[in-house]
C-alpha cells in the first residue's frame, strides 16, 4: 500500500496563521511547510483549546469515531439545586451513544469539566469550566451547521461513516505541533481501510472540537493522515491531545513535585492520589479527587496547593 501522509493543517477554510493555520506534506522522512512556526502559539483559551482535543481523543477511543453529532447531546439543568442546575446547559453522551470501551469512563470524565464547583478547586485561567461548558454548547450547534452546509452544497466532503481505533500514541510526529500524537487507524464499516481522500475528509467531522474555521482553529488537533506507526496497508489519522489529560506527560525539572499542564490529571486508578505536585503557579500542592462531591469529575485527580 502507498504511504498516507498528507498532514492536515491546524487550520484550514482560511483561520490565520496565527491559530496555527498550515497545510503541509509529511513524506515519512520530512515535514514540508511550517509547521513548527505556524504552531508557535499554542494558545489554550483558558484551557478550552487541549481539553477539546483531549476529548477528541477519548471519543474516538472509546466510542470508536468521530461522529458527535450523534454520539453528545445538550441537556438543561434540573431545578434540584444540584449541578448542572436550571440556568445550565450541558453537554453529555447521547443514550444511543454506544460505548465500545470503558463504558466511556474518560468521555464522560472530560465532559464532567463543565462542572462549575470546578471554579473553586482550580486556577480558572488555567482551566475555566464556565468558558467550557458554554462552548461544548455552541460548538454543537456550530458542528451541525456546519455538516448540513456541506451536506447542500459540497457532499463528497462529508465525513464517511467509519471505525477508528487507537494503535499508537502518545508520540511526536515530528511536525512542530501542540503535543504528542495519538494515531488511530481509520476503517470503513466494513473493515476495509479509508481511501486518502476518505481519511482527508474525516477531519470535517471534527468541528465539534475546534478543527477548522467553523472550530475557531483550535491548534491542538493537528490532525493528520499519516503513516507512521500505521500497521502495513491500513489508513491511519492522528491528533494531539495535550498531556495530562490523556497522556502521561508533565512540565517538571529532574527531582521535583510534577506540573500537569491544567492542574489535573485523568488518573481513574487514584495512583497518584495525595502525591505532591506543584502547580501552574509554582505552589508545591498535593493531588486530590473531587469525585466524593462532584461525581462528575471522578477519574479526575487535581493539582492543589497546600
Known amino acids: 500500500m502507498r504511504s498516507l501522509s498528507l498532514l492536515i493543517g491546524i487550520g484550514f477554510l482560511g483561520v490565520s496563521a496565527l491559530q496555527g493555520c498550515v497545510s503541509s506534506v509529511d513524506d515519512g522522512s520530512e515535514t514540508l511547510g511550517s509547521a513548527s512556526e505556524a504552531v508557535s502559539a499554542c494558545y489554550t483559551n483558558s484551557g478550552l483549546n487541549p481539553t477539546k482535543a483531549a476529548l477528541a481523543v477519548a471519543m474516538a477511543d472509546e466510542l470508536g469515531r ?50 462549575g464547583g470546578l471554579g473553586a478547586v482550580i486556577d480558572q485561567a488555567v482551566f475555566n469550566p464556565a468558558i467550557f461548558s458554554s462552548d461544548l454548547s455552541a460548538s454543537v450547534g456550530r458542528n451541525n451547521d456546519f455538516l448540513s452546509d456541506l451536506q447542500r452544497n459540497n457532499p463528497g466532503k462529508l465525513p464517511s461513516p467509519h471505525k ?12 512542530g505541533a501542540c503535543g504528542p ?6 476503517d470503513n464499516l466494513n473493515g476495509t481501510p479509508l481511501t486518502a481522500t476518505q481519511a482527508a475528509n474525516l477531519s470535517n ?79 508545591l500542592g498535593s493531588m486530590v479527587s473531587k469525585c466524593a462531591t462532584m461525581a462528575s469529575t471522578c477519574g479526575y485527580l487535581y493539582c492543589v496547593a497546600s
Open 164 to 175: 477508528l481505533t487507537k494503535v499508537g500514541g502518545p508520540v511526536n510526529l515530528g511536525v
Open 66 to 115: 468521530w461522529d458527535p453529532a450523534h454520539d453528545l447531546v445538550v441537556v438543561q439543568g434540573s431545578g434540584t439545586g444540584a449541578w448542572p442546575n436550571m440556568w445550565t446547559s450541558v453537554v453529555q453522551l447521547s443514550s444511543s451513544a454506544v460505548c465500545i470501551k470503558n463504558n466511556c469512563a474518560n468521555t464522560k470524565a472530560i465532559l464532567g469539566q463543565q462542572n
Open 205 to 283: 467531522g471534527m468541528c465539534f472540537y475546534g478543527f477548522g474555521s467553523c472550530g475557531n482553529g483550535n491548534p491542538y488537533i493537528s490532525y493528520a493522515v499519516t503513516s507512521q506507526g500505521c500497521p502495513t496497508g491500513r489508513t491511519c489519522v492522528a491528533i494531539d491531545p495535550t498531556d495530562g489529560d490523556n497522556g502521561s506527560g508533565t512540565t517538571t525539572t529532574a527531582g521535583a513535585a510534577p506540573v500537569y499542564p491544567l492542574n489535573r490529571l485523568y488518573d481513574p486508578t487514584n495512583s497518584k492520589l495525595s502525591s505532591q505536585c506543584t502547580t501552574t503557579g509554582n505552589k
Open 181 to 186: 500524537h495519538y494515531i488511530f487507524q481509520a
